[in-house]
Each structure stands twice: as C-alpha cells, then as structure tokens.
C-alpha cells in the first residue's frame, strides 16, 4: 500500500449526555470525562476485522456488521470499492448500556480515525454518516442526540438528521455535568419501549416550553432560567421507572446545589448541572449517597458542558 | 371620589401572532400594526359597565361577564372590595376572530388602563391576571399566547403559567412580520376542536427541533436558521385545512422572499417573517394576490417583530 496514507490511525471520543432532559432525540451534550479509544490499521484485504477488545466491556460483537466500531468502516469500503480494509481495536472507556452512548462513542472514534485512511479523505459530513450507520447496529435506528455531540463537542441540538442540520449551542464556560452510573443496565431498546407512540398536548406544550426556555437560558448565561428549565415532563416520568431509587437522587442532586438534571439518554445514568465544578463534587457525592440507599454502587464523574469532541491522538 | 386618583385612563394593546407557528401555547410576538384602544372611567357605583363600542367590531358582548375587557375589571372589584366601578369604552382595531388574538388586546388594553385607577396601582404581575382572566372568556382557558407578548412587545415565551416564567427572546433589529387576514373567520374554540389530543413522537422530536433551532437563530441572529426553522409540523396540518388557499399563500410568500411563516395564533390570518421591510412589502402583495386566486379578500399588515408592547395613551 505505497499510497502516501498513513497505515493506521487512533481517535477517541467522549460520552455524551443524550437528549439533555428536555430535547429528546434533538439535544446532546459531549461529555469528556469517559471515551472510547479506537486504533484503525489499514489491512490489504478489502474487508474489515474486530481486532482487540479492551477496557471496561470485552464481550462485543466480533463479527463487523454487528459491532458498531466496524458497521460503518464496512459501508465505507463497499461505498468506495476501497482495495484495501481495516482492523479496528477498541478500547472501551464507556460502560455498556449505561446511558452514555457508549455504543455512539465506538462508532464515532472508529469513523474519526478512519477520516485520514482513505484518499480523499472523509470530509465531516461522511463521518457523521458513517458513525450514525454504526450506532444504528446498537439502537436500532438513526439518532443523532449521542453521534453529533460526540463530534461537535459541547452542547448541540440537532435540528434535523436529513438533511442534517446541527446548531451547537453556546453555555456558560463554568457549566458542569455531573454524571452517577449505577451499576445496572438498561438498553437503549427497551428503554424506548416503555415510552407511549404519543403524547397528549399538554405535556408537549410545558416540554417545549422548558426546552425553548433552556436554550434561552444557556444564550443568556441565566443559571436560575436554566434551573427552572431543566424540567422533563415527557420521558422521564415513564423512565424513571425503570432506575430505583431516581426520584431520590435527583432531589439529593438538588438540594447539594444542582441547578436541575434527568435520565442522560436511555439511563440509567442520571446527570445533574451544576454551575461550577466545586458544586459539581459536592452534587456527586449527594447522588452516590442516594443510589448507595437502594443498594446501588455507582460511578460518578464530572466534566464541563463545553467540553471536547472526538480527536484524533496518537497512539499509544 | 376625592382619593387622587385619575377619573379616566386610556390605554392600547397590540395584536399578537400566538404561537408563531412552532411554540403552540409557549410562543407569542407582538403584533403593533393593528391595535385596540380602550378608555376606562371611574364610575361611583362598584360596579363594571360596557360603554361604547367603535372601530372594526361593534357587536361584542354588552353583559361585563361576558366581555373580555370588562371580565376582568369585575374579578378586580370584587378582588379588592372597591368602592367604586369602572365604564369601559372599546375601540377595535383588530377584526374579530382574526387570529391576531383580538379577544385578549381589549382585556389587555383596559387592564392596562386601569392600573392607575386603583390604589394601590396594579402590579403589572396583576395586569396580566386580570388580563388573562378576561381573555378566558373568549378562548374558554387561561392561555398567556396573546396577553403575555402584548403586555411585554417583541418575542416572547411563556415557559410557565403558574407560576407566571416570562422569557423576552432577542430578535434581529430589522426582523418583520407581513400578516395577511383574509376576509373569513375562525372562532379559537373550533380551532382547538380539530386538533388531536396527542400527536406521535415523531412530529414531536421534529417540532421541538424547530423550535430550539428557531430560538438558537434569534439570539445568534442568523436568519438562515430561522428560516430552515420557521416550520410548523405539529399543528399547521390540522389548521391549515380550515384556510382555503394556505399552502399556495405560503409558497407565494416564501417565492417573494420570506423566512418562513405559518397560521397567526387559531387562524385564518396567516404570518410570515422577512428579513426587513422591503421584503415584507413584497410578501404582503404575494400573499394577497394568492389568497385573491380562492377569491378571498384580505388584509395586508406588516411590524417589525420588536415592537412595543401595550401602554397607557392621552385619551383622544
């Protein structure tokens, strides 16, 4: 392969906070405190391979149309009739099905480190194609609440998929995410099972009102307008079910000095935002001492809103 | 009533475009081109009397209870065990069942005047009260679409009710709105009565998308995305149908240069927004000449988005 490509390359991703509470499947927030790794060796052979498996899952899917790392790089050499194929390593920072797009966060980081494997290279836009078809392996479908933020970076709506059309979002630079994983899981499909195929008017009107006014309030910098905001009338009332003891850790969340939080994506992880990251330690420890009384041992982490998006690194 | 108080106190209100298509019940704009002027007098008696009725409408209700600019001047008497009344004369600007939110300008309008009629004066908390409570005799609820942009001009979002969440929304200076009302009516009540009471996910995610885009594009001032945003997908299709010529009155007003646009509050009048006042007047002729091919007259108005909201006048 004397073509002048590099003959492999190594990207991360962060997680990110799917939905943000109020703007299911059209808000998502980076969230850099967990990444994926992915090292992509080109290979000579045409097709694609699930090299090694490391970090916190192993047990994925080693055949490429299954595993979200590789669904999109198979795609890509068909869609290019590429002679030559990739090895994909993972290494997995996100827990499984914890509602960080862990799934998103593979796809992502392959696609960014296959950007500079192929002639010419991927612009942003293919990356995004190809990462959605990946996490699509996962979920079942094409979402963009977990894929776009993970690329952009920060926090990102995503106002549509096709055409795509994504408009970060400027928050204030002190914003925290705090993140408790609990040590249980939930899939993204059976987490959207639960949800109804509708939604009386109602409820509609108070989400997108507390959405409408979040935007505003994070334009504004107005922490008190975010607070009030950051209310989900629409999902969480039927997801929270499935996470014990939630109504207690996000009123433990609150009273440590949350400005508010719910589900991050499917769950179970629930996340908090705090104005600073002194808060954001304290919120933590508050919502590990709420899940700790229904038994449940949790993760926590924090990380600014505004944080990175994925990159490429080198290896190591 | 030698209590130092004025005898007499006249004030106007604008009209509204309630939900500027995608923030059905959160989102309002003034309206300034049409307005309804009211003047209010002490009477001795603790009492409220319909007065004169002039301008575009003369048949409204002459019973106080049933007037949506005395409904609530009779909740205020009661509220504060006055000792004396009020008359209340209307002039209407705004032609009925219009969808420019003609009920709730005369409530607006004589609250506002009454404000100085009372000791101590109204809070402007109260106004809207009161306000609200008289624009609930036309609409059958208590909806802040109209009465809350009216009393505060421009944008703006009402995230909550109760309790009262006002949220000015910041828009380009040289924004417009062309507002054609067609020579028909429709009453809010049957306009409520032909949309569902839930809608499916899918318009759901699409809507909100819009609608955060849409506020995401005022602060940023970015008149593209608020053009790719200005996309009523949840109610428009219900509504429409009630305006003959509709979908051909948008596509001549987007042909001639508009953002985007949609139903003004219930309908039939129909908004669109344009970048300045130029366009605006374009848009206006296209507008009328497509709702002429359904051989409806209408009228053409147009204001700059941020406009002034309701305010006391000399009388004259």
Redesign the interface.
């Known amino acids: 392969m004397n073509d002048g490509l590099p003959s492999e390359a190594t990207a991360l991703s962060p997680g990110s906070i799917g939905n943000v509470g109020v703007?299911?499947?059209?808000?998502g927030a980076a969230f850099d405190a967990v990444q994926d790794r992915v090292r992509v060796e080109r290979i000579v052979a045409p097709t694609v391979e699930v090299g090694t498996i490391t970090g916190t899952v192993t047990e994925l899917p080693r055949q490429p149309k299954a595993n979200t790392a590789t669904k999109g790089l198979l795609d890509l050499v068909a869609d290019r009739h590429l002679t030559h194929g990739f090895r994909v390593h993972i290494h997995k920072g996100i827990p499984l099905s914890s509602g960080v797009g862990g799934s998103a966060a593979s796809a992502v980081a392959a696609m960014k480190a296959a950007q500079v494997l192929v002639d010419p290279p991927l612009s942003d836009d293919e990356v995004l194609h190809y990462a959605l078809q990946g996490e699509a392996v996962a979920s079942g479908a094409l979402h963009g609440d977990n894929v776009v933020p993970m690329l952009h970076g920060g926090l990102v709506?995503?106002?549509?998929l096709d055409p795509l059309?994504v408009?970060p979002?400027t928050v204030p630079d002190d914003l925290y995410t705090v993140l408790a994983h609990p040590n249980m899981q939930i899939s993204t499909r059976s987490a959207r099972a639960v949800?109804?195929?509708?939604?009386?008017?109602g409820a509609?009107?108070?989400?997108?009102?507390?959405?409408?006014?979040l935007?505003?309030?994070c334009?504004?910098q107005d922490y008190e307008?975010i607070s009030?905001?950051l209310h989900d009338v629409?999902i969480e009332p039927y997801r929270s079910r499935l996470i014990p003891g939630f109504d207690d850790v996000m009123a433990a969340a609150r009273e440590a000095g949350a400005l508010g939080g719910s589900i991050s994506g499917a769950g179970p992880s629930v996340f908090a935002w705090c104005e600073n990251e002194a808060i954001a330690t304290r919120v933590g420890e508050a919502m590990s001492e709420a899940f700790a009384t229904v038994e449940l041992d949790a993760d926590i982490w924090t990380a600014p809103v505004d944080s990175a998006g994925a990159r490429r690194i080198e290896a190591n």
Not at 157 to 160: E, K, P, Y
Not at 205 to 212: D, F, I, K, M, S
């Open positions: 703007g299911y499947d059209v808000l709506l995503t106002r549509s059309d408009v979002i949800l109804p195929q509708a939604f009386p008017v509609i009107v108070q989400q997108t009102g507390n959405l409408a006014a935007i505003a309030g334009f504004q307008l009030r905001s629409l």
